[in-house]
């Protein structure tokens, strides 16, 4: 079952749209996890401790620590890049597709941009 983190950095008006689209989908707020001010290497451990993908805007500093968390021989259910300048839409139904055909072992260790990425993995 897939389940998602919210970074602190996320606009909260992307959890609010996604659990209103699917009441069923298990996405945790930054405040729900308490992580706002917590460095990035710890945000990753969390959400890998809770079995999350971790949904962030931080295109720089979170790729940088997700990778070096990779090369230290530690794993992550995965992150999910999102422009902060990405229409709304597209970014909820990236996440609801993601929640309802695939499995979580499927994002494992990787990182994905939304929404792109659900033209790319998700062709109609």
Do not use: Y
Request: include cysteine; charged fraction near 25%.
């Amino acid at each position: 079952m897939i389940k998602f983190q919210a970074d602190a950095d996320l606009h909260q008006r992307i959890v609010v749209a996604v659990r209103q689209r699917e009441s069923a989908i298990d996405f945790a707020s930054a405040a729900d996890s308490e992580l706002e001010g917590v460095p990035d290497p710890e945000v990753l451990e969390i959400a890998a401790n809770r079995c999350r993908i971790l949904i962030t805007h931080d295109r720089q500093t979170m790729l940088e620590h997700f990778r070096r968390r990779l090369a230290d021989g530690k794993s992550s259910p995965g992150v999910f890049l999102v422009s902060q300048f990405a229409p709304l839409g597209p970014v909820v139904e990236a996440l609801v597709m993601v929640w309802a055909v695939s499995d979580a072992v499927e994002w494992q260790n990787q990182v994905h941009h939304l929404p792109s990425m659900s033209r790319h993995v998700f062709a109609r």
